[in-house]
């Protein structure tokens, strides 16, 4: 090893300096997690811990993926593998208005392929998207369970329900930060 | 308290029973639809002006489950101690005075109640009426307030696990599941007595029992309902069935978009656990039974059960091809059963009631009841429980209240992404699993989608196809690729590209897709792409030959047009989404064809017929 007085900084000591409270938040839930030497039983522990930290996150960026391999003592390419198959892990930030149309079923034969369409004219965004201001997100999500009330639209926790296309400017309207 | 014994039980049921109040009760449906609606606040309304007006010896609020009535949610339903019951649908804070005052003798003044035909054949005898729905598997949802154990044991929960385990020997459990012919609710339809004997016939050790709370079928939430109103249901059959098999530990796989859910379970593995119901030396016979949670991550093939084995296990939730079955080698390749959610919330009334009970329900290949969630175009939106054999109209236009707005009924979807239609022709059809077979469809999770003359078949197939793009895992070829290529020719035909090849491909294609899948995901997701061939043929000719879509839906193929009715009114302008409705007062309108996004706002809103849709 050659000397390095001026180390670089790892990714796992910027995540510590950048967001000290929600590094030690992940770490301590961490910490209850019967964690031993068997890969196979740690792994066990891998999809609820992403989504302790997503919960914590909002998202799950590179260092926080790598704080968990080594946590875990998985690989990198596991956790990726992991968060790319399924769709409720992002590893990418999203805005802090998450709109989500349910496109289930029942919502999608009540026209909510149009309601989509709408928001994203009006916020000038795709599917998946997150408007360039952060503030909104737009996805879609497979029936949250209140059919009734289809086409349905959840803003954050918020349940707006028998939406139309002129509903939309009102919805993003009541988004205040 | 600790219930060490089946006498434990009885007396702890008894001392629940003595300290009942007597009280009318006024229960208002607190599952995720009801607390979308606006059921909440309902409730803390009510519990206020109960309060307020001094009312609390005669009446309790209790919040409970979903009654299967989401059409008309909030509700409040007051019941009298002596069983009358009367329920108000679509309750504002305004009404509460006048239902509270009203009691359940007599309807509150200037409010309708809401007509129900359930009956609960544990605790009734079956009534005159033609159609009534038969609750087993939702016999306390609604009923109960599923936070708190005490109404689950007056409602003789644990019976089932005392007498099972004090009075039955294993192989003697497995058999009475034979005996009663209950088959899995969640997909398949296989026999659940038959699978449990799978795994308790392997060698002694370590096995897992799984609930399978997945439900990812888009439009369908009778699990949902089980896990918010009866989760005791479900903890009683696993511990039922780890007795049976030789498992002392159960796991709940259940998808993290049912927060509600899951803080009930929770609170329920909780409760049990404290009364000693769960955990080690259950009724003092030596057997041992834990229940963990398991969480989804938003993925629908993790609702198969290899996929799900995988997930728990913390890798991607990529299916394996079977056998061996998770009965012999599943979760950390030890023996495993999984059961749906419904499938289990059975298993209690059978050990209560009997096999013999149980199949006099229902038909005598597909014994019992099956939960049918109602969604689409139909009035009363919500959950029926209904025994096998009833006909598909009665479900419809019965208990499901017929169309919206005296639309004409056009064809049903059953089993979601993996089913099929059923057209008017079919409607008295008598459901069980192997007539839905018969008809291209499929039992599924019990999704029923209803849908009337405004849909587009070919758009049905688009959407279906589109969803199972997005949920394949991607293991296997002709589900990976097969489907995307038939996505891509159905979105053609809708966006007005067809060719005449097109039909023949999407036929040989869908029955390569079904024959060389791995899993259930591929293997049924052709169906509801065959089915709409079959059916509606001529809706696919008219796209391609005619460009014509004669549902009026897929937008690449219509315009709106005003026409020389209109009087200049200025109405639609008003309305148009896009301003893409320009004209002077009381002169003909003018739409921008280019800026139309056709949504057909300004069709619905004029009042003078001046828009036509062609
Ligand atoms: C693609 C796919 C998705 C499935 N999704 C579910 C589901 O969401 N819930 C469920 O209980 N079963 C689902 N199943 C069926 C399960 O594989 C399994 O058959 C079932 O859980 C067994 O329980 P049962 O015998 O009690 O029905 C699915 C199957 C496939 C092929
Ligand atoms: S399909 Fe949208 S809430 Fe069920």
């Known amino acids: 090893m050659t000397c390095c007085c001026e180390k670089t900084e790892s990714a796992l000591e910027k995540l510590a300096r950048l967001e000290p409270e929600k590094t030690a938040q992940l770490n301590a839930f961490i910490d209850t997690l019967p964690i031993g030497k068997d890969i196979e039983s740690n792994r066990a522990h891998l999809i609820i811990a992403l989504h302790q930290a997503q919960g914590i996150f909002g998202y799950l960026p590179s260092e926080v993926q790598q704080l968990i391999a080594e946590r875990l003592k998985l690989t990198r390419s596991e956790i990726y593998g992991v968060i790319s198959f399924y769709s409720y892990f992002t590893d990418k930030p999203i805005g802090r208005f998450k709109i989500n149309v349910c496109c289930g079923t029942a919502c999608f034969v009540k026209g909510a392929n149009l309601v989509v369409e709408q928001f994203s004219r009006e916020l000038n965004i795709k599917e998946g998207e997150t408007s360039a201001d952060g503030r909104f997100f737009l996805g879609v999500l497979r029936c949250v369970g209140a059919c009734s009330l289809a086409p349905v639209v959840m803003v954050n926790e918020r349940v707006y329900g028998n939406v139309t296309p002129a509903m939309v400017s009102q919805i993003i309207a009541d988004c205040k930060d | ?614």
């Open chain 2, 1 to 614: 308290m600790i219930i060490k014994t089946p006498s434990d039980l009885t007396a702890k049921v008894a001392e629940l029973k003595a300290g009942f109040s007597g009280k009318t009760q006024l229960l208002v449906s607190l599952g995720t639809c009801g607390i979308a609606a606006g059921g909440s606040p309902i409730a803390a309304a009510l519990r206020k002006h109960v309060t307020e007006q001094g009312l609390e010896s005669k009446f309790e609020v209790v919040d409970v489950g979903c009654l299967g009535l989401c059409y008309c949610e909030p509700m409040i339903e007051v019941k009298a101690a002596n069983g009358k019951s009367l329920i108000y649908g679509n309750v504002t804070e305004e009404q509460i005075p006048a239902i509270v005052a009203a009691g359940a003798d007599k309807v509150a003044e200037g409010l309708q109640v809401q007509a129900t035909n359930i009956y609960y054949p544990e605790d009734q005898e079956k009534p005159e009426k033609k159609v009534v729905q038969t609750r087993i598997a939702l016999r306390n949802s609604g009923r109960i307030n599923p936070e708190k154990i005490e109404d689950y044991l007056l409602k003789d929960g644990y019976q089932a696990l005392a007498k099972v385990l004090t009075k039955m020997k294993p192989e003697e459990v497995c058999q009475q599941l034979v005996d009663a012919g209950l088959r899995g609710r969640g997909g398949a339809g296989f026999p659940t007595g038959k699978k449990w004997q799978f795994a308790a016939a392997q060698p002694k050790g370590q096995k897992y029992i799984i609930c399978n709370a997945d439900e990812g079928d888009p439009g369908a939430f009778m699990d949902r309902a089980v896990l918010e109103g009866d989760p005791h249901a479900v903890l009683e059959a696993m511990a039922i069935g780890g007795f049976a098999v030789g498992a002392d530990t159960g796991l709940i796989y259940i998808r993290a978009e049912y927060p509600l859910a899951i803080a009930r379970l929770k609170k329920a593995i909780e409760q049990a656990t404290s009364y000693g119901l769960l955990g080690k030396n259950i009724f003092s016979t030596g057997f041992n039974f834990t229940i963990e949670l398991k969480y989804g991550a938003g993925a629908f093939v993790c609702g198969e059960e290899t996929a799900l084995i995988h997930s728990i296990e913390g890798k991607r939730g990529e299916p394996t091809f079977k056998p061996p079955f998770p009965a012999v080698r599943g979760l950390w390749g030890k023996p495993t059963i999984v059961n749906n959610v419904e499938t289990l919330a059975n298993i209690p009334a059978i050990f209560r009631k009997g096999a013999a009970w149980f199949k006099s329900i229902g038909t005598p290949g597909s014994p019992g009841s099956k939960v049918f969630a109602l969604a689409g175009k139909i009035n009363h939106v919500g959950l029926v429980e209904v025994p096998m054999g009833i006909k598909l109209r009665d479900v419809i236009f019965e208990l499901g209240g017929g169309i919206t707005d005296g639309r004409e009924f056009k064809v049903v979807q059953i089993g979601g992404p993996s089913g099929g239609c059923i057209t008017a022709k079919n409607l008295d059809t008598a459901i069980d699993y192997e007539s839905l077979k018969a008809l291209g469809s499929m039992m599924g999770s019990g999704g029923m989608i209803v849908m009337d003359e405004d849909t587009c078949m070919v758009n049905v197939a688009r959407f279906f196809l589109d969803f199972t793009v997005d949920e394949s895992c991607g293991k296997c070829t002709p589900c990976r690729i097969g489907n995307k290529r038939l996505f891509e020719i159905l979105d053609k035909i809708c966006a007005g590209k067809g060719t005449p090849e097109m039909l023949d491909q999407l036929e040989e294609l869908s029955n390569v897709i079904k024959d060389t899948s791995l899993c259930g995901l591929g293997q049924t997701s052709p169906n509801p792409v065959l089915s709409t061939l079959k059916n509606f043929p001529d809706e696919y000719k008219a796209h391609i030959f005619e460009h014509r879509c004669p549902a009026a839906v897929c937008t690449a193929m219509l315009n709106y047009i005003i026409n020389d009715k209109c009087i200049g009114c200025g109405l639609c302008a008003r309305k148009c989404p896009v301003n893409c409705i320009s004209g002077t007062q009381k002169t003909r309108h003018h739409i921008d064809q280019s800026k139309c996004i056709k949504c057909g706002v300004c069709m619905r809103t004029c009042k003078f017929a001046a828009i036509d849709r062609k």
